[in-house]
């Protein structure tokens, strides 16, 4: 049986935010792994979709570019429900792309 998270809950250590999130996938039949050690988790979702833990956020590619570079999604470490729910939508987003071929790559 799933623990119940307690919303606006502080997570613990990076890992322990990391597998909340992961939880919360779970909800939407989405597999992840999950990486971490004492300061940094990874939660591995898909190709160009890896979310970083920590105990204050979550933060993953948003698929957008700036002149500065890669522009980041963020969602607080307390509310792995919504993180989830965006990452999901970054997710299709993903999946509904055509993919790679070796001609896009040089």
């Known amino acids: 049986m799933r623990m119940l998270i307690t919303p606006n809950r502080k997570p613990s250590t990076p890992a322990d935010a990391a597998e909340r999130l992961r939880r919360e996938l779970e909800d939407f039949d989405v597999a ?10 990874l939660v591995s979702v898909w190709a160009d979709l890896v979310v970083w833990c920590d105990t204050t956020s979550y933060r993953w590619w948003s698929g957008r570019t700036s002149p500065r570079g890669r522009v980041m999604a963020f969602c607080p470490a307390d509310d792995p429900a919504t993180a989830a729910r965006r990452i999901v939508r970054r997710l299709v987003e993903l999946q509904d792309r055509p993919p790679m071929t070796s001609t896009d790559m040089s």
Request: charged share 30%; hydrophobic share 50%.
């Open 32 to 41: 992840a792994d999950v990486h971490a050690d004492s300061k940094i988790a």
